[in-house]
């Protein structure tokens, strides 16, 4: 075999990424190629330490994998984690490419080195652990029959979140997985639009009739429907044709009657036909490229009317029983003008095309509203022609074929302000403190959804006058202000709330008179950071609790008080002259574990497949959640950053999109270690401490600690690095 020539040699160390090796031949080259060759050479440098970036980061992510996994302490794992944490305090940018050793081709040999040397280790503890979780999950499918889920994960390595799910199977026995993700409709109608083309044509003036008798017309088929839902069909479809007709130039030159009326009061009828209720046309204007109304609706406050609350309950302003919604209604030959005009439609909108999208508009405006912040829910006569042909159909399946291809905002991390439709789980906790014969306290650690919980009770109570829930924040009663200020905070919630009390010489009477008023009213009242008020209340043996007490037994609990707090809740609680010690233990608010587990699944799924994104892997949503360690809060945060990212790539596309749209696993892995996502758990962090000064004290001693520990393990591992 022929000796290698010096620049087939120069090549191949390139190949190896031996940029070292590379740049000790460079003087031996052709000096006519010197600049490519320094550029190759300098281009070889940077992958190579982005690829040793990214095995650090492959191998401390099957580490954290590990100890989420481990059930017990180890000191070989402690040992492993100091490793790992020290090699990751240096800087992989000021890294030398090799520290001169005999016949070493790939650069950073002595970091290459170090993580072999961690990669071994953490195999050697990971078998073990593998083989324990393998057997207990054997162990259970001899109860509950094979465990595909655990299976998968078991193939899949991800030790983690499959120690986190046996352990609540074992715990708690399987759980109904609850419903997937609602995307079989969507997956419909992307078929349907894909055998139309890209230009579709829908026969809408003779589909009222194929619906009315159960036919097939062309790409639209009716058969499957039953006697109520053909009816139902039948008016949707005649309603979409009238909007096309008033929307029709013709008949806007019709002199008789107003245009804008007659144009509002059909979008109003085809908003009523899909499930909108008492919906009526206000306020209407016509722009050069669309109409607009404002249109008032009952509210939609439940999930499975509508999964998002942009659309759901927050288009309820204050205390007001309509439901308010800008609808935008854009005739034919106007779709471009105002797909063009996108900047100038309403932050949110439903948008009804009186024409069939064609792909290309179908997939400006989506990817112009991915982009944006607006929320758009985009219905065309191709969508109303779909839902026409669908079962059972109402307002969520509207929405499940109208945001995919448009935008909506489906996680929120404002924490305690969780509207209905992004509150998942504490259906128990619910219950419970909802009942007037239930539990009066409700204690966790901070940021665990305490105050979530008693504004989620606050918003789901608030449909009847009969049966009022109040949210107070009393943080300041006990600490900077007198304990008798707790009824200036529950007046002040009363008069916020509406409530028109009977006269009387005190507050606390006048709500004793109010529920003794009417047989049947129920007032809740919550009270909410209640620790220092209930410490007072201890040490001047209980005056204002008394008082609570005694309108509670007055009233045979028509009243009740609900006490939330951290652990002085549950201290109270315990206390043995405590006037509340027999109305119930604590609940405790905790990660959506247990009974919450299908819960928090759809947390994961539920908000994602509103806006069309569906995992790739159905492991990968508890796989989310194992990240964040089920916390509800941390998970409305995460699953906004994933949306992001999601929404970044849709709005980079330029070909077309096939909806569903898959969300992958190293899009979750780097959102999660994405510094946007971090810097606002840190912020959730610091908020909480902030809070308590003992539990900064605590933090900040563990973490000192942890730094004197890393710095030691540090200065010994360096010099192995040369210099």
């Not at 409709?185 to 349907?192: H, M, S, T």
Request: with cysteine; charged share 25%; aromatic share 6%.
């Amino acid at each position: 075999t022929a000796l290698p020539t010096i620049a087939s040699a120069f090549d191949e160390a390139l190949r190896l990424g031996a940029a070292s090796s590379a740049k000790r031949l460079l003087p031996s080259l052709d000096p006519q190629n010197d600049d490519v060759d320094v550029a190759r050479v300098a281009a070889s440098v940077v992958r190579s330490r982005e690829e040793l970036a990214e095995r650090k980061r492959r191998l401390r992510q099957r580490l954290d994998d590990l100890q989420i996994a481990s059930t017990s302490s180890s000191s070989a794992l402690d040992e492993l984690e100091g490793a790992m944490t020290s090699f990751e305090q240096l800087s992989i940018g000021e890294l030398p490419l090799d520290i001169g050793e005999p016949g070493a081709i790939a650069d950073f040999p002595a970091a290459h080195a170090e993580l072999d040397r961690i990669a071994r280790s953490l195999e050697k503890i990971r078998a073990p652990q593998r083989a324990n979780l393998e057997a207990r999950i054997l162990a259970l499918e001899t109860l509950y029959g094979p465990l595909q889920d655990c299976r998968a994960q078991l193939e899949r390595g991800d030790l983690g979140t499959l120690a986190e799910e046996v352990d609540q199977i074992e715990k708690h026995g399987i759980a109904d997985a609850g419903d997937g993700a609602p995307l079989s409709l969507l997956r419909r109608f992307a078929e349907l639009l894909k055998a139309a083309g890209d230009k579709p044509s829908v026969p809408i003036g003779n589909l009222p009739k194929a619906a009315r008798e159960g036919d097939t017309l062309e790409l639209f088929d009716f058969t499957a429907l039953k006697p109520l839902d053909r009816e139902r069909s039948t008016r949707l479809l005649e309603a979409w044709n009238m909007l096309r007709r008033t929307t029709s130039p013709g008949l806007r030159r019709d002199k008789r009657g107003d245009p804008l009326a007659k144009v509002g009061s059909a979008a109003a009828a085809g908003l009523a036909a899909p499930g909108f209720n008492r919906v009526r046309a206000k306020d209407p204007k016509r722009d050069k490229s669309w109409f607009q109304f404002s249109m008032a609706t009952l509210p939609l406050r439940d999930r499975e009317i509508c999964p998002v609350a942009t659309f759901g309950s927050e288009r309820v302003n204050g205390n007001e029983r309509d439901a308010h919604y800008p609808v935008i209604v854009v005739s034919p030959g106007e779709i471009d003008a105002c797909i063009g005009s996108f900047d100038q439609l309403p932050e949110q909108a439903i948008i009804l095309f009186t024409d069939p999208l064609d792909a290309r508009q179908r997939r400006d405006l989506q990817r112009k509203a991915r982009r944006s912040t607006r929320s758009i829910a985009v219905a065309d006569t191709m969508t109303i022609a779909a839902l026409a042909t669908t079962r059972d159909a109402g307002t969520r399946q509207f929405f499940e074929l109208a945001i995919p291809y448009g935008s909506s905002h489906t996680y929120s991390d404002t924490s305690a302000d969780t509207a209905i439709e992004n509150f998942f789980g504490r259906d128990t906790e619910m219950r419970a403190l909802v009942d007037s014969r239930g539990p009066c306290f409700v204690y966790g650690g901070r940021q665990l959804g305490k105050t979530a919980l008693l504004k989620q009770i606050e918003l789901r109570e608030n449909g009847n006058d009969d049966r009022v829930a109040l949210y107070c924040y009393i943080k300041p009663v006990g600490a900077t202000e007198g304990a008798d200020d707790v009824w200036k905070e529950i007046q002040r919630r009363v008069q916020a709330r509406g409530m028109v009390l009977p006269k009387a010489a005190s507050i606390q009477e006048q709500l004793k008179a109010w529920v003794l008023q009417k047989a049947g009213r129920y007032l809740l009242i919550m009270l909410d950071e209640a620790d220092a008020f209930l410490a007072g209340e201890m040490k001047a043996n209980f005056p204002i609790i008394e008082q609570m007490k005694a309108m509670m037994e007055d009233t045979q609990r028509a009243i009740k008080f609900v006490f939330a707090g951290l652990h002085n809740v549950q201290r109270f609680y315990r206390a043995p002259n405590s006037p509340l010690l027999h109305l119930g233990l604590p609940v405790n608010v905790g990660p959506l574990l247990g009974g919450d587990r299908v819960a928090a699944r759809q947390m994961a799924i539920a908000p994602m497949a509103a806006l069309g994104f569906e995992f790739e892997d159905q492991i990968d949503a508890y796989h989310m959640l194992s990240l964040i360690g089920f916390y509800p809060s941390l998970m409305q945060s995460f699953g906004k950053a994933v949306v992001t990212a999601m929404n970044a790539q849709l709005g980079r596309s330029s070909g077309p999109v096939s909806m569903p749209f898959r969300i992958k696993r190293d899009v979750i892995d780097a959102c999660f270690n994405q510094q946007t996502f971090r810097t606002s758990v840190v912020r959730k962090l610091q908020k909480t401490l902030e809070l308590d000064e003992r539990y900064e004290l605590i933090t900040y001693a563990v973490w000192s600690r942890m730094q004197d520990d890393s710095v030691a393990a540090l200065i010994a591992v360096r010099g192995g690095y040369g210099s």
